[in-house]
């Protein structure tokens, strides 16, 4: 059965749009240590915190650093975009947060969104080929070249936090990153906590790139570890803690 | 007996025919799914699923309701029941096969797919619906075949049959929950978050299989000269008619605890499902036609006097398999995706590649149906004929040996 008619194809949203275009490449030298690094970091279990009131609108250095190292491909169609770290709005992020007399500014404020990491993750639980998994240290990953593309995770996770290629992604990958693997059509990808770059001693490049240093990434289990200490401090929330999968990015606003 | 498929009348050859055109076609087209990617259909980021998860969905529930005609049979003796088991059991083969076939097409690396029995994941629901409707395809098989070679011989079935038809029976019912367990173990999808699908998707299933088993045998009647009796088609369609029932109370239930609840984001797929969201209605205006064929079917299938008259029936069986076409090969899919958790509205509309795709696996499950009809009517015109069989028609299928 067809429903006739091609849908509107462009039809991002204008802002989102916007911010594509401003997207700036950022050099290899911005994000020292690949290869090479030091020791291995190591945690019980990986966590970030995203303090939203330091983020900037218009600013994409998380998402440039993070899509840059991660070979993400640049796709202009938002119905096959591959996405690691994105904006969003406050109130898409947090629908349950919001009500009609929140500040304009507050509801309408981006921030980035990404996988959660959770800690009962229901991507790996639905998996069936245990292509997504979930480590010691919480990381939830992708293991590309086991997946069969069947998408199941992607309806599985609560925070649209999954991207499949629609094709082949090569061609859309602006400047290439040797450091990291390409993927192939027709697998699944997410954030990995930037796990690579852990091994070799450094933190998450979205992390590392952002000047505000709204984000901040470590061992939640550490009491003396910042991530815990600034949950300590202040008030945090998380994307939709009612359904248990204890996401392990926190929201601070 | 596989022999009895290679010869027949034109208008078997006519119908093999198109339908393996239109096979060619979805391979066509497969090919270039297989070499662009997944990009060619309309599946997207938000509405990661479409036609091929869609139409599987719906297969299942007229594979499962093969257990409406052998239930009756085994398990109570209902005699008018057994000169149709087999087309049950054979509906059956051909819906599994479509299942299996829209699963691998929906896959973004099909040439992986046997990694699921490589590498099984045992919390996966994906998998163990593998697990099941495999088994049920090889249940039926076996079933359906050994029966009709006993219908050949003259003979009873062999007793060793016996404990594969008894187990095809809950087995049946297995593959449409576990299928419904897919939809209802997601957490973040409170579209399908109920407790009450895999009871629905049953419910619909023995009113959509049975619709088709009916209008099935009419066109056996018709065309090869097979009379599966009026008591056999009366009793069918009160099955239908009360599966029926049961499937629009099960919605209304829906409907209720959604809207009485008041649960915002509960009641936004719904409204998508019934009226559209922010423009974006083709689902809903699609739900309008089901609406109103369930509304009519269930009047003709309500009243007695209707439901026994063989034209009003034959509508009665169009409109419920339309109705639940809809809302579980169309509906209950893309609704689960609308709004995204994100709360953004992204339409679904499949291109012409994966309807072509569509139409190509749905050909192949009717050339199976096809093929496996075929020899059921020459097996039981070359066995002894029942004397109740129709003299006339036979001649228009032309008989092998």
């Known amino acids: 059965m067809i429903i006739a008619g091609l849908s509107a194809l462009g039809a991002a949203s204008p802002p989102l749009t916007r911010l594509i275009a401003k997207e700036k490449e950022p050099s290899r030298a911005a994000y020292p240590g690949a290869p090479g690094g030091g020791p291995a970091l190591r945690a019980k279990r990986w966590a970030m915190v995203v303090d939203a009131k330091k983020c900037i609108d218009d600013c994409k250095d998380c998402m440039a650093a993070c899509h840059y190292v991660h070979n993400v491909p640049a796709i202009g169609n938002p119905k096959h975009e591959v996405k690691w770290i994105w904006p969003e709005r406050f109130e898409n992020i947090f629908p349950e947060e919001s009500h009609a007399h929140i500040p304009d500014a507050m509801g309408k404020q981006l921030m980035p969104v990404l996988c959660n990491h959770c800690d009962n993750p229901p991507c790996v639980r639905v998996c069936p080929t245990g292509a997504t998994f979930r480590r010691e240290d919480g990381i939830v990953m992708m293991d590309s070249h086991r997946c069969i593309g069947c998408k199941i995770c992607m309806a599985a996770c609560p925070f649209g936090a999954r991207s499949i290629n629609f094709m082949d992604p090569r061609p859309f990958i602006r400047k290439l990153n040797l450091d990291f693997p390409t993927r192939t059509k027709g697998v699944v990808e997410k954030c990995n906590f930037c796990e690579e770059r852990l091994a070799r001693g450094l933190l998450p490049a979205c992390v590392m790139a952002c000047e505000q240093k709204a984000l901040v990434f470590g061992d939640v289990e550490d009491p003396n570890s910042k991530v815990r200490q600034m949950l300590e401090k202040k008030f945090s929330i998380r994307r939709r803690p009612e359904l248990g999968t204890n996401p392990q990015v926190y929201y601070i606003l | ?401």
């Open chain 2, 1 to 401: 007996m596989l022999e009895k498929a290679l010869t027949g009348s034109n208008r078997y050859y006519g119908c093999v025919a198109i339908l393996l055109a239109l096979f060619g076609m979805g391979v066509y087209f497969y090919l270039h799914e297989l070499e662009f990617g997944l990009a060619v259909t309309g599946m997207s980021r938000d509405v990661s699923w479409g036609l091929y998860i869609s139409q599987f969905t719906f297969l299942v529930g007229i594979a499962a309701s093969a257990v409406m005609v052998v239930l009756p049979y085994y398990l109570h003796d209902y005699k008018a029941f057994g000169r149709i088991t087999v087309l049950g059991e054979f509906l059956a083969i051909a819906a599994v096969a479509m299942c299996v076939t829209f699963i691998f097409v929906n896959l973004g690396q099909p040439a992986r797919v046997f990694y699921v029995m490589i590498h099984p994941s045992f919390t996966s629901v994906l998998f163990w619906d593998m697990v099941v409707i495999s088994v049920y395809l090889v249940l039926n098989v076996i079933t359906g075949w050994t029966v009709l070679g006993s219908v050949r011989e003259g003979v009873p079935p062999p007793a060793w049959v016996k404990p594969f038809i008894y187990i095809s029976i809950p087995w049946a019912v297995s593959i449409h929950t576990v299928t419904a367990f897919i939809y209802a173990g997601m957490p973040g999808r409170s579209f399908w978050l109920t407790a009450i699908m895999a009871p629905r998707f049953l419910a619909a299933a023995f009113a959509s299989g049975p619709a088709l088993l009916i209008l099935l045998c009419f066109v056996l009647r018709r065309y090869g000269g097979f009379d599966a009796g009026k008591q056999a088609i009366d009793a069918l369609a009160k099955i239908v008619t009360y599966s029926f029932i049961a499937t629009i109370f099960f919605v209304v239930v829906e409907l209720w605890t959604v809207f009485y609840s008041q649960v915002p984001d509960d009641m936004e797929h719904y409204r998508f499902l019934f009226v559209g969201l922010e423009g974006y209605n083709t689902v809903a205006r699609f739900m309008n036609v089901a609406v109103i064929s369930a509304a009519v079917a269930l009047v003709l299938l309500f009243n007695p006097r209707t439901r026994k008259k063989e034209s009003f029936l034959t509508a009665a069986c169009i409109l419920v398999f339309i109705s639940l076409w809809i809302e579980k090969g169309l509906g209950l899919l893309v609704t689960g995706f609308v709004p995204s958790p994100l709360g953004h509205i992204t339409r679904y509309t499949p291109t012409w590649p994966e309807a072509a795709i569509a139409i190509g696996v749905w050909s192949m499950g009717f050339l199976i149906i096809t093929v496996l009809y075929k020899i059921f009517l020459s097996v039981r015109e070359s066995a002894e004929l029942p004397e109740d069989m129709p003299e006339k028609p036979a001649a228009e299928m032309s008989v092998s040996s």
